[in-house]
């Protein structure tokens, strides 16, 4: 069978035609017999927020049980892939281009392979779409074409951006990976069940399945499974020219609709959402069998293993295990690349384990895929810019990325580039240019970093003149507060010592007196509120009460939450870097601006100086990371002038990539620092989770980084701790002056509860200082 | 064990820098045949000698600048600026003009701007220019195509050719005495077009018989040659097509306009055509790739702006042919062309 793409298709521009390499691991059927002796489970194996544990050393598990569950809105559950013991909850090396290490629950299987209780749906067109997604949330599905976004989140735009085209996309254009392909041969209906469960989340006009005519028998099954469920209306199966990357999300709609997605925007912004057909099959079962996402189909390919095929492998099993399952060679393996060879990235270690995203494994022999060859000198041929699907002209990118010239990279759209290597293929030259693309938009990212925090210190600067301003205003209106409530409690005290005389007396009269002296201890109580409040109106940054500020903190919460979501989306197209960058950035702009509108004055005046303080230590730090960064940029432009030997450029790549990579995974816990807040609508609730975040950061890899938040937030909670200080001393304060007795307690009190609020308020900017400079440290 | 860590992508396409200039030097193998085959063994030994020169100034200055000299000379592109050169300069030029020429190409032109890939003037270019103004004489006599040679005697081979590039070799040489051999030496039909003084076209193609036939057919044929080795560079996607086509078609449409209008004192389209070094500069001189305009739309327009330069110098300037002062100037406005040309970002409205 042999199927000839559809005419009335679209193209992109550019594109390149490496050798597939497919057929080595479509030979054999699906292999799905592997119980690993050991699972090694990442909390964080999607694009968000790392799930909550929920398990302890220790305990033991079901298979599909949640061992941790989803820590926000974007974020996912994960669960046990089989029954067994957890042994650890570890920091454990993740298979990343950083080489992070992450927290992971490991599991020792005992071998019984036995479910827990599962939950399918009977009849999911029943169920609301709010339902489906907290099913499918709950199944802890992510991405499964390789950027790991979570699903639920990604079927859930926006009410104002009504979905009319739901595409799947199986065109699966990097060389070498076929697991979607064997998938879509051995599992066609999943595939279509899935996506009609989408569509009838999504409610699109159309369905469209994006599939490369290199996989004749995966379109000649779905189509078969389309036939079968009579769902021809819905859904169209189109066969698209073999080109990379015609996979990539953008390229994909381009493709199918000639639409293109916006600059900066989402797919929904057109009225589009496109998913994998494995997450589509995942979707499936977690509906109809109620299962959970515990194993996924990965190819192994390359010369260095014997047997070259595909795997439904469990999460979490270590990828020395699956190579010796596929009889590695050892002596042959030179390159071992988690994803293919255009996008996808080195490990150096084979304890890792296999995540949501791990599509293929290849293990190459250095003939397979050779050292890169020395590079030489661009002679702007031109050939990059013919092969680059964005329209870039990556040969001037790599120009101005080369010497520096950030500002121009940006005006060549640099953050446009989904670093497919479309470029780098072609490239003459042997040029790394994505490796260079790579380096500036850290540089940029880095910079960035120090224009907000200058910023920030400005801000906060003019913020504490004003509050200063204000403190001597607060203070005055005090004084007048406390002189009122005096003689109000003098009063009081002159009527309570009349009612004592009479007390025993008459106890008719002792009620009256009672009620009398309730009645002015109101009025006392009004006088003082008024005072405070008085003392609020004055201000032009007033600090709004708490109470009333509820509502309108979750809305601009929830907002930012959807912006992150939505940023965090956008990293799912490949370029995690810039979605991360532009997220960060947003979020951050969105809590300055927040932070300037409260710009309050109940704080106390030493916390502006600890918080100076605070960010001296801060860019001291961030400068550290700029010499290391500029060394690493020396190294980059030496490596081109003394091109002959390249291992020195590679290495000095790879440590770039590690700190890129870092950022990059943190600007990302970054954002997701804010939609984690965002369903949170009662304020203690978004307290109690900062606090916690603030608890988890300084668990964060990074060191340098991890110093200056520690720092930082340490700074920020001594304040806190200032403030609360500061008012409970003035209310003793108060309390001592004006003689505390029955009357006077209740003015009091609620002076008290006025500090307490203000304390506490202060205490939320605090929190929310460190959250902005969580944003901050991408 | 040892994993070698690199970053995406894993997979390039075979072929380095080398390969393409290799590639290049090959396609002008139908016009330098062609060359050979009406002038003589001239170019073939100008090419020769001015590669050595090449690879021997590059070898200077890249060992002058610390860098690895063998990397560097595998990328081919001194000897790249020879051929062109060597193609360019008269069959019989004397040594020491290409010497020059060549040196200069590679030295200063290339060089002094930062090497390969920073140089903003076409080398080769750059090195013509330079001899073209400085020896006007010893640049504009181009050999008679060697079929006009009435006298079998007269024919010239390549040790002839050899002992009038290189005078001195014929002293030491015991053989053939070069003061036998007079060379017949006449400028190219384009050269004699501008020169015809106050004869119209047709008085002029009726007294110049020798230029209308056997001398324009020589340099139709080795038009065609270089336009064939250009052809197979396109088909072999070295470089795109925008150059060469934008720039004839100016060309041919600014020659159609004026020899429509005026025919007796204007060349018709295809004497600047396939006269002269036409063929040769649209598709290997206009087309270097480290002077000329990158996006699409801008080689539309750099092309386009090299065919009018190279008319109106044709037919208001001094010299007889223009590419190489076209080139440069076009060279020139490249960067600015550039900038106002980006092509459209995916997902963005419209170009900056
Ligand atoms: S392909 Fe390589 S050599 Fe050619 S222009 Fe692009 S970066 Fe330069
Ligand atoms: S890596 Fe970036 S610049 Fe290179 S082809 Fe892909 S999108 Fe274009």
Same mark, same amino acid.
């Given at each position: 069978?042999?199927?000839?793409?559809?005419?009335?298709?679209?193209?992109?521009?550019?594109?390149?035609?490496?050798?597939?390499?497919?057929?080595?691991?479509?030979?054999?059927?699906?292999?799905?017999?592997?119980?690993?002796?050991?699972?090694?489970?990442?909390?964080?194996?999607?694009?968000?927020?790392?799930?909550?544990?929920?398990?302890?050393?220790?305990?033991?598990?079901?298979?599909?049980?949640?061992?941790?569950?989803?820590?926000?809105?974007?974020?996912?559950?994960?669960?046990?892939?089989?029954?067994?013991?957890?042994?650890?909850?570890?920091?454990?090396?993740?298979?990343?281009?950083?080489?992070?290490?992450?927290?992971?629950?490991?599991?020792?299987?005992?071998?019984?392979?036995?479910?827990?209780?599962?939950?399918?749906?009977?009849?999911?067109?029943?169920?609301?779409?709010?339902?489906?997604?907290?099913?499918?949330?709950?199944?802890?599905?992510?991405?499964?074409?390789?950027?790991?976004?979570?699903?639920?989140?990604?079927?859930?735009?926006?009410?104002?951006?009504?979905?009319?085209?739901?595409?799947?996309?199986?065109?699966?254009?990097?060389?070498?990976?076929?697991?979607?392909?064997?998938?879509?041969?051995?599992?066609?209906?999943?595939?279509?069940?899935?996506?009609?469960?989408?569509?009838?989340?999504?409610?699109?006009?159309?369905?469209?399945?994006?599939?490369?005519?290199?996989?004749?028998?995966?379109?000649?099954?779905?189509?078969?499974?389309?036939?079968?469920?009579?769902?021809?209306?819905?859904?169209?199966?189109?066969?698209?020219?073999?080109?990379?990357?015609?996979?990539?999300?953008?390229?994909?709609?381009?493709?199918?609709?000639?639409?293109?997605?916006?600059?900066?925007?989402?797919?929904?912004?057109?009225?589009?959402?496109?998913?994998?057909?494995?997450?589509?099959?995942?979707?499936?079962?977690?509906?109809?069998?109620?299962?959970?996402?515990?194993?996924?189909?990965?190819?192994?390919?390359?010369?260095?293993?014997?047997?070259?095929?595909?795997?439904?492998?469990?999460?979490?099993?270590?990828?020395?295990?699956?190579?010796?399952?596929?009889?590695?060679?050892?002596?042959?393996?030179?390159?071992?690349?988690?994803?293919?060879?255009?996008?996808?990235?080195?490990?150096?270690?084979?304890?890792?384990?296999?995540?949501?995203?791990?599509?293929?494994?290849?293990?190459?022999?250095?003939?397979?895929?050779?050292?890169?060859?020395?590079?030489?000198?661009?002679?702007?041929?031109?050939?990059?810019?013919?092969?680059?699907?964005?329209?870039?002209?990556?040969?001037?990118?790599?120009?101005?990325?080369?010497?520096?010239?950030?500002?121009?990279?940006?005006?060549?759209?640099?953050?446009?580039?989904?670093?497919?290597?479309?470029?780098?293929?072609?490239?003459?030259?042997?040029?790394?240019?994505?490796?260079?693309?790579?380096?500036?938009?850290?540089?940029?990212?880095?910079?960035?970093?120090?224009?907000?925090?200058?910023?920030?210190?400005?801000?906060?600067?003019?913020?504490?003149?004003?509050?200063?301003?204000?403190?001597?205003?607060?203070?005055?209106?005090?004084?007048?507060?406390?002189?009122?409530?005096?003689?109000?409690?003098?009063?009081?005290?002159?009527?309570?010592?009349?009612?004592?005389?009479?007390?025993?007396?008459?106890?008719?009269?002792?009620?009256?007196?009672?009620?009398?002296?309730?009645?002015?201890?109101?009025?006392?109580?009004?006088?003082?509120?008024?005072?405070?409040?008085?003392?609020?109106?004055?201000?032009?940054?007033?600090?709004?009460?708490?109470?009333?500020?509820?509502?309108?903190?979750?809305?601009?919460?929830?907002?930012?939450?959807?912006?992150?979501?939505?940023?965090?989306?956008?990293?799912?197209?490949?370029?995690?870097?810039?979605?991360?960058?532009?997220?960060?950035?947003?979020?951050?702009?969105?809590?300055?601006?927040?932070?300037?509108?409260?710009?309050?004055?109940?704080?106390?005046?030493?916390?502006?100086?600890?918080?100076?303080?605070?960010?001296?230590?801060?860019?001291?730090?961030?400068?550290?990371?700029?010499?290391?960064?500029?060394?690493?940029?020396?190294?980059?432009?030496?490596?081109?002038?003394?091109?002959?030997?390249?291992?020195?450029?590679?290495?000095?790549?790879?440590?770039?990539?590690?700190?890129?990579?870092?950022?990059?995974?943190?600007?990302?816990?970054?954002?997701?620092?804010?939609?984690?807040?965002?369903?949170?609508?009662?304020?203690?609730?978004?307290?109690?989770?900062?606090?916690?975040?603030?608890?988890?950061?300084?668990?964060?890899?990074?060191?340098?980084?991890?110093?200056?938040?520690?720092?930082?937030?340490?700074?920020?909670?001594?304040?806190?701790?200032?403030?609360?200080?500061?008012?409970?001393?003035?209310?003793?304060?108060?309390?001592?002056?004006?003689?505390?007795?029955?009357?006077?307690?209740?003015?009091?009190?609620?002076?008290?509860?006025?500090?307490?609020?203000?304390?506490?308020?202060?205490?939320?900017?605090?929190?929310?200082?460190?959250?902005?400079?969580?944003e901050n440290r991408d | 064990m040892s994993l070698l860590r690199v970053s995406s992508p894993h997979m390039t396409r075979p072929g380095n820098t080398g390969d393409v200039m290799l590639l290049v030097i090959m396609a002008t193998l139908p016009g330098l045949a062609m060359l050979t085959w009406f002038f003589g063994w001239g170019t073939f030994i100008n090419i020769l000698w001015a590669s050595l020169v090449a690879i021997g100034c590059e070898a200077l200055i890249v060992a002058l600048r610390g860098r690895p000299v063998r990397h560097?000379?595998?990328?081919?592109?001194?000897?790249?600026?020879?051929?062109?050169?060597?193609?360019?300069?008269?069959?019989?030029?004397?040594?020491?003009?290409?010497?020059?020429?060549?040196?200069?190409?590679?030295?200063?032109?290339?060089?002094?701007?930062?090497?390969?890939?920073?140089?903003?003037?076409?080398?080769?270019?750059?090195?013509?220019?330079?001899?073209?103004?400085?020896?006007? &004489?010893?640049?504009? +006599? %181009?050999? $008679?195509? *060697?079929?006009? /040679? #009435?006298?079998?005697?007269?024919?010239?081979?390549?040790?002839?050719?050899?002992?009038?590039?290189?005078?001195?070799?014929?002293?030491?040489?015991?053989?053939?005495?070069?003061?036998?051999?007079?060379?017949?030496?006449?400028?190219?039909?384009?050269?004699?077009?501008?020169?015809?003084?106050?004869?119209?076209?047709?008085?002029?193609?009726?007294?110049?018989?020798? &230029?209308?036939?056997? +001398? %324009?057919? $020589?340099? *139709?044929?080795? /038009? #065609?040659?270089?336009?064939?080795?250009?052809?197979?560079?396109?088909?072999?996607?070295?470089?795109?097509?925008?150059?060469?086509?934008?720039?004839?078609?100016?060309?041919?449409?600014?020659?159609?306009?004026?020899?429509?209008?005026?025919?007796?004192?204007?060349?018709?389209?295809?004497?600047?055509?396939?006269?002269?070094?036409?063929?040769?500069?649209?598709?290997?001189?206009?087309?270097?790739?480290?002077? $000329?305009?990158?996006?699409?739309?801008?080689?539309?327009?750099?092309?386009?702006?090299?065919?009018?330069?190279?008319?109106?110098?044709?037919?208001?300037?001094?010299?007889?042919?223009?590419?190489?002062?076209?080139?440069?100037?076009?060279?020139?406005?490249?960067?600015?062309?550039?900038?106002?040309?980006?092509?459209?970002?995916?997902?963005?409205?419209?170009?900056?």
């Amino acid at each position: 069978m042999n199927w000839q793409p559809n005419k009335h298709l679209h193209t992109f521009h550019g594109g390149i035609h490496p050798p597939e390499n497919k057929q080595q691991s479509t030979r054999a059927a699906i292999e799905t017999t592997l119980l690993p002796s050991k699972l090694i489970l990442p909390l964080q194996q999607h694009i968000g927020q790392q799930a909550k544990t929920l398990v302890q050393v220790g305990d033991q598990v079901l298979k599909g049980q949640m061992i941790a569950e989803p820590n926000g809105y974007v974020s996912a559950a994960v669960h046990a892939p089989t029954s067994g013991t957890v042994t650890a909850i570890e920091a454990h090396a993740l298979p990343h281009p950083s080489g992070l290490s992450e927290q992971c629950i490991i599991i020792e299987p005992d071998g019984k392979d036995e479910w827990t209780q599962l939950t399918p749906v009977v009849d999911y067109q029943q169920l609301a779409k709010a339902d489906l997604l907290q099913h499918i949330s709950d199944a802890g599905i992510t991405g499964l074409g390789g950027a790991g976004f979570p699903t639920a989140v990604k079927l859930n735009p926006s009410e104002d951006l009504p979905i009319n085209t739901l595409i799947l996309n199986a065109a699966e254009c990097e060389p070498y990976i076929t697991a979607d392909d064997m998938l879509m041969r051995e599992h066609a209906a999943e595939v279509i069940t899935g996506l009609q469960i989408m569509a009838h989340i999504l409610q699109p006009e159309k369905c469209l399945i994006g599939i490369e005519v290199n996989k004749p028998e995966a379109i000649a099954a779905l189509q078969h499974a389309v036939d079968e469920l009579q769902l021809t209306e819905l859904i169209t199966i189109e066969r698209i020219p073999v080109k990379y990357p015609s996979g990539g999300e953008k390229q994909l709609i381009q493709i199918l609709t000639g639409m293109e997605v916006p600059n900066g925007g989402i797919p929904a912004d057109i009225g589009m959402v496109c998913h994998n057909v494995g997450t589509a099959v995942a979707v499936s079962r977690a509906i109809i069998k109620g299962e959970p996402l515990i194993s996924r189909i990965t190819t192994i390919t390359g010369e260095a293993v014997s047997r070259q095929g595909n795997i439904e492998v469990l999460l979490g099993t270590p990828i020395d295990t699956l190579l010796a399952h596929f009889g590695v060679k050892q002596d042959k393996l030179h390159r071992l690349v988690m994803g293919g060879p255009m996008m996808g990235f080195t490990l150096d270690d084979v304890s890792l384990p296999v995540v949501k995203a791990t599509n293929c494994i290849l293990a190459a022999t250095r003939k397979e895929l050779p050292d890169p060859a020395p590079e030489q000198a661009c002679i702007r041929c031109g050939m990059c810019a013919e092969a680059c699907p964005a329209s870039l002209l990556p040969q001037q990118l790599y120009w101005f990325s080369k010497s520096r010239e950030f500002d121009k990279a940006l005006s060549h759209n640099l953050l446009d580039c989904i670093e497919c290597g479309a470029c780098s293929y072609v490239c003459p030259s042997n040029i790394p240019l994505v490796q260079y693309y790579r380096f500036a938009k850290g540089e940029i990212r880095i910079e960035e970093h120090e224009r907000t925090a200058s910023d920030h210190a400005r801000q906060r600067f003019e913020a504490r003149t004003a509050r200063l301003e204000q403190e001597e205003a607060e203070k005055e209106a005090k004084r007048q507060a406390r002189a009122e409530a005096a003689a109000a409690a003098k009063k009081a005290k002159e009527a309570a010592s009349d009612s004592n005389d009479d007390k025993a007396i008459d106890p008719k009269a002792a009620v009256v007196q009672a009620a009398l002296e309730r009645a002015k201890a109101r009025k006392a109580k009004k006088a003082a509120e008024t005072a405070t409040g008085e003392v609020a109106d004055d201000t032009p940054s007033k600090q709004p009460a708490v109470d009333k500020d509820t509502p309108k903190l979750s809305a601009v919460e929830r907002a930012k939450a959807r912006k992150a979501a939505r940023a965090a989306e956008q990293g799912n197209e490949q370029t995690t870097d810039k979605a991360a960058k532009k997220g960060g950035l947003s979020a951050l702009e969105k809590a300055k601006a927040k932070r300037a509108q409260q710009a309050d004055g109940s704080k106390p005046s030493e916390q502006p100086e600890s918080s100076s303080k605070a960010e001296k230590k801060g860019p001291s730090a961030l400068e550290r990371a700029k010499a290391k960064r500029a060394a690493e940029g020396e190294q980059l432009t030496n490596s081109d002038t003394a091109a002959v030997d390249n291992t020195e450029p590679a290495k000095a790549m790879s440590a770039l990539e590690k700190a890129k990579a870092k950022r990059a995974a943190q600007s990302s816990d970054a954002e997701s620092t804010a939609a984690a807040a965002a369903p949170v609508s009662a304020l203690e609730r978004a307290k109690a989770k900062r606090a916690e975040q603030a608890q988890q950061s300084p668990s964060e890899p990074a060191a340098e980084e991890k110093k200056q938040l520690s720092a930082l937030e340490r700074a920020k909670l001594k304040r806190a701790q200032a403030a609360d200080n500061e008012a409970s001393v003035e209310t003793s304060a108060a309390s001592t002056t004006d003689r505390p007795d029955s009357a006077d307690k209740k003015p009091m009190s609620a002076l008290e509860r006025a500090k307490a609020k203000r304390a506490e308020q202060a205490m939320q900017d605090a929190a929310e200082d460190s959250a902005a400079d969580t944003e901050n440290r991408d | 064990m040892s994993l070698l860590r690199v970053s995406s992508p894993h997979m390039t396409r075979p072929g380095n820098t080398g390969d393409v200039m290799l590639l290049v030097i090959m396609a002008t193998l139908p016009g330098l045949a062609m060359l050979t085959w009406f002038f003589g063994w001239g170019t073939f030994i100008n090419i020769l000698w001015a590669s050595l020169v090449a690879i021997g100034c590059e070898a200077l200055i890249v060992a002058l600048r610390g860098r690895p000299v063998r990397h560097y000379l595998r990328d081919y592109s001194a000897i790249l600026t020879a051929v062109l050169l060597g193609l360019s300069l008269p069959p019989l030029a004397p040594w020491w003009l290409t010497l020059i020429a060549v040196s200069f190409a590679i030295i200063v032109a290339k060089h002094l701007y930062g090497g390969i890939g920073q140089n903003p003037f076409n080398p080769a270019m750059v090195g013509y220019a330079l001899v073209l103004i400085a020896f006007p &004489v010893e640049m504009t +006599s %181009w050999l $008679a195509p *060697q079929t006009l /040679s #009435i006298t079998p005697g007269q024919s010239m081979g390549f040790i002839d050719a050899l002992f009038a590039i290189f005078p001195f070799l014929s002293k030491i040489s015991l053989s053939v005495s070069v003061e036998t051999f007079d060379a017949v030496t006449m400028a190219t039909p384009l050269d004699a077009f501008k020169h015809k003084g106050a004869l119209t076209a047709e008085e002029f193609w009726s007294t110049e018989l020798i &230029v209308s036939t056997v +001398s %324009w057919k $020589a340099w *139709q044929l080795v /038009s #065609i040659g270089f336009l064939v080795g250009g052809i197979y560079l396109i088909y072999r996607k070295i470089f795109t097509w925008h150059i060469p086509v934008s720039m004839l078609a100016a060309l041919g449409i600014m020659s159609l306009i004026f020899w429509s209008t005026d025919p007796s004192n204007y060349a018709y389209p295809e004497l600047h055509l396939l006269g002269g070094a036409t063929m040769l500069g649209a598709f290997f001189i206009a087309t270097d790739p480290v002077t $000329a305009a990158t996006s699409i739309k801008g080689k539309l327009y750099y092309g386009a702006g090299i065919g009018i330069l190279v008319y109106l110098i044709r037919n208001w300037g001094n010299y007889p042919d223009a590419i190489a002062f076209a080139v440069l100037l076009m060279n020139f406005v490249a960067p600015l062309i550039d900038h106002y040309t980006q092509p459209r970002t995916y997902g963005h409205k419209s170009t900056k």
